[in-house]
């Protein structure tokens, strides 16, 4: 059977499964923004905070995506075998970079502004609201589109615990020694990332200001 | 209200042996043991090299910085005493750079700090128009841009009127001509003295440019090393006996020299 063939005859199947590989995603990096970037407000203040926040989550993504699926599983609560288990490991590998660039959009503004805001009798809550953040705005997608990038690729893990997505026919295909079924989840996954960068890169050129 | 009788107003800014120390830097002192008083109106330019502490006075007037030791009076009320933000609002502010958020359009940039005093936005509108005209802007041509739209002069033009805004009765001001071109700066000091005498706001300005003190200030006060060393009106300032007075005064036949075209 070739690859071709094969491709048409289970479209449907990979369409969907695609589908719920996107969901897993996107759910995934909803969380991570929602605890990644207010997180990386919080500790721009605290440097203490931010050393340990940045510490953990960097030991956190250097832990081998394969394990961290694995270690979640007997924990209470959010382990187990399934979606939810998949989508806190995704969250957990997806918040470094989220958090890395809000702390560093937020720090790495023109001082002379800084100042002037100051000067000029903002409180510290109407210069991060109205002066950091948009400014940071541009740095802090950067950091989500990395983030998305990379999780669409570990997503493909997920399927090792049920979790379902794009990886199913990786591991399927590795099972039936198929490069056929082992391209039915790769493609869709390697052309899913390439769009999420073009898409979250044409916006973030947008939001860019020199 | 503005018509004072002819006495010295009480100072609107008054610094009492101030002394400004670097936190945790084993003590250095910025400013040592600094006493002057700017009176309503007045423009007084703060002159001296790098590093001789002009910034650093600027800052403790609007509470930037606290000092170590010593009294900083605005309006009477020592800036301890002083809310900062309510004090910062009453003054403006004027650096080289301009400062202009980039991600504000002119108007929105000059029409910051009424905003946060809650005008109206027709309010808000008319005061910007007024105040781009008053820095010589045309409003409909400039209102819409962003800061990178504009060249240097322009933005020092914006950051002027920025600071003009709430109409505040003080204008601290930082080398606000210091990044300019030869021409646009003298451009702009000739506007901006017209201007400052117009308006009759209480002004420190800050320059290590001898000719910028001469034609701007009331009075000029030297500093070298973090001390006042010189006090005087432009035209005692140049025969008093002081080797940094010198060294300026020098610095000034220099500049002539090298710079014929530059002197109006």
Known sequence: MTTWSFFLEHRAEIFDTTLEHLTLVVIAMAFAILIGVPLGMFVVQRPALRTLALGIASILQTVPSLALFGFLIPIPFIGGIGRRTAIVALVLYAILPILRNTYVGLTGIDPAVLEAAEAMGMTNAQILWRVRLPLALAVILAGIRTATVITIGVATIAAVIGAGGLGTFIFRGVAMVSDAVILAGAIPAALLAILADLLLGLLERRLKVS | ?264
């Open chain 2, 1 to 264: 209200m503005n018509a004072k009788p002819m006495v010295l107003p009480d100072p609107v800014i008054e610094f009492r042996g101030v002394t400004y120390r670097v936190p945790l830097a084993n003590g250095h002192a910025l400013v040592s043991d600094i006493s002057f008083a700017v009176h309503a109106g007045e423009t007084l330019v703060l002159l001296g090299r790098s590093g001789s502490g002009k910034t650093t006075v600027l800052k403790l007037t609007n509470r930037l910085l606290l000092p170590s030791a010593g009294h900083v009076l605005v309006s009477d009320r020592s800036t301890s005493d002083w809310d900062p933000i309510r004090l910062r609002r009453g003054i403006g502010y004027v650096i080289q750079e301009a400062g202009l958020f980039p991600h504000f359009t002119v108007a929105e940039n000059v029409g910051l700090v009424p905003a946060l005093e809650n005008w109206d936005a027709g309010r808000i509108a008319r005061r910007v128009e007024e105040l781009l005209r008053l820095v010589g802007l045309d409003p409909a041509e400039f209102a819409a841009r962003r800061p990178r739209e504009l060249s240097g002069g322009q933005r020092q033009r914006v950051g002027v009127a920025r600071a003009l805004a709430a109409d505040p009765p003080i204008l601290l001001m930082d080398e606000p001509f210091g990044a300019l071109d030869p021409v646009t700066r003298a451009e702009l000091q000739r506007e901006f003295s017209a201007l400052a005498r117009r308006l009759g706001k209480t002004i420190v300005f800050v320059t290590h440019d001898l000719r910028e003190a001469l034609l701007l200030a009331s009075r000029i006060a030297l500093l070298e090393a973090g001390r006042i060393v010189a006090v005087g009106t432009p035209q005692e300032f140049l025969h008093i006996d002081h080797p940094e007075v010198q060294a300026f005064t020098a610095s000034l036949a220099t500049s002539l020299v090298t710079q014929p075209g530059a002197s109006p």
